[in-house]
């Protein structure tokens, strides 16, 4: 008896020994009940649209750069689409495919997917153009006090990447941030934004190109 | 008299040379491609329909073939010649003259697919990772920029195109449609073919 049970306790270290190992090998960003491979097909499917390394691409709307994002950020705006609660009134196509992608993805899924785009760094986009680059750089560094407009590293970090909920800027579409500022009360409706609304609402049409050229540049 | 005569003659021909091919349909260049497109260029099977395509699409096709990347069996029987002498300056008029022309949609898809072909086009199909085409093509397929229009183009045209992609066509062709392409099956391209051929 005695016998037996050391015998299947034996049995059973070498397996935990076995599974622990396989696990250790296996992609650390895979999150548990995440597959390499199931990732890496989702991750495909993301860039198919996002473009390559999750750096954006311009379809018929700006398709947003995921790479270099915060964890959380990518996280809550995910959950944003399943819950209805990130819409965007003025494209509702762009709200219907971001539900139909977020509401089949398990939470381990979101997980290990958000933690793959933060770890990418593609070079930015571009294509911006330059000679406002100066103009934005001094919106982003001093933000525009007549306007109550605080400086955007304030929150979004010095160097614009990013932190927790406040997402990255650097290396963000062009297009993108334009539109997103421009519209934000309808491109933004869910509530975790709102401290945003103001600040959109107190730039003008040639502050807002000016801030989002000099981001779209920086690495 | 006859000095001016022969100035205004001169100034006809400068002004015929620079100006674009638009409403010259009886142009060289124009009933090149009209001999196969068809001549409101609606398309004549396997030629597309190039009427209301988007302008920088029709240009970056040209292009394509001329050097030729997009290397189909038919772009390679017929377009690598059509296009082989053509100035980049007549590929950007003719490009122009055919985005204005205003396209009739083919309709000739299959009806019963059609309404699998539209979920497909505005959702994708998110557990097998099929993306929304409608994220790059547009609302109503109407396309954007170089992103072509696929609205009311020809069921056979379409359903080629989209099996060409996993077969190794085009293979420089800019992310991401070999990709998309690739995954599809022989139903869902169908499908979708038909559903674009009905949308005007």
């Known amino acids: 008896m005695k016998v037996v049970r050391l015998r299947s306790l034996l049995q059973i270290a070498v397996l935990a020994v076995a599974f622990s190992t396989a696990a250790r090998a296996s992609d650390e960003k895979a999150a548990a009940g995440v597959s390499q491979r199931d990732l890496q097909a989702k991750v495909d499917y993301c860039e198919t649209c996002h473009g390559l390394s999750a750096r954006g691409f311009i379809g018929f709307h700006p398709i947003p750069r995921l790479a270099g994002q915060p964890v959380e950020y990518i996280e809550n705006e995910l959950k944003g689409f399943v819950e209805h609660k990130r819409e965007n009134k003025e494209s509702p196509s762009s709200t219907n495919i971001m539900f139909n992608v977020g509401h089949v993805l398990s939470p381990a899924m979101i997980h290990a997917l958000a933690t793959h785009f933060h770890d990418l760094n593609p070079k930015p986009f571009g294509g911006a153009p330059k000679e406002i680059v100066a103009a934005g750089k001094k919106i982003f560094d001093d933000g525009v006090p007549s306007a109550d407009v605080p400086a955007c590293g304030t929150c979004h970090g010095a160097d614009a990447k990013g932190n927790g909920a406040f997402p990255r800027l650097a290396g963000q579409l062009y297009p993108y941030i334009v539109t997103q500022l421009t519209n934000w009360a309808k491109e933004r409706a869910e509530e975790n934004s709102n401290i945003m609304a103001p600040i959109a609402h107190g730039l003008t049409k040639s502050q807002i190109e000016a801030v989002a050229a000099y981001v779209s540049y920086l690495e | ?200």
């Not at chain 2, 100034?11 to 009209?34: D, K, Q």
């Not at chain 2, 205003?102 to 072909?117: I, R, T």
């Not at chain 2, 929304?132 to 069921?155: D, K, M, T, Y």
């Open chain 2, 1 to 200: 008299m006859k000095l001016l005569r022969l100035k205004s003659a001169v100034l006809a021909i400068a002004f015929s040379a620079v100006s674009s091919l638009a409403g010259h349909a009886e142009s060289h260049a124009i009933r090149n491609c009209t001999w196969c497109h068809g001549t409101s260029a609606q398309g004549y099977l396997p030629a597309p329909r190039l009427a209301g395509q988007k302008r920088q699409y029709l240009e970056n096709q040209l292009v394509g073939f001329s050097q030729h990347t997009r290397d189909n069996p038919f772009s390679k029987q017929y377009m690598w010649f059509a296009t082989a002498s053509l100035s980049p300056k007549t590929a950007h008029d003719l490009a122009i003259y055919f985005s204005e022309l205003s396209p009739k949609p083919a309709e000739d898809g299959n009806q019963q697919l059609a309404a699998m072909g539209r979920k497909i086009y505005q959702d994708g199909i998110p557990d097998s990772n099929i993306v929304a085409c409608i994220a790059c093509h547009g609302p109503n397929a109407e396309g954007v920029r170089e992103i072509p229009r696929l609205g009311g183009l020809e069921f056979s045209y379409l359903q080629r195109r989209l099996e060409q992609w996993g077969e190794g066509y085009n293979k420089t062709a800019m992310h991401p449609m070999p990709h998309v392409a690739s995954q599809l099956s022989a139903k869902q391209i169908a499908a979708l073919a038909s559903y674009l051929s009905f949308i005007k």
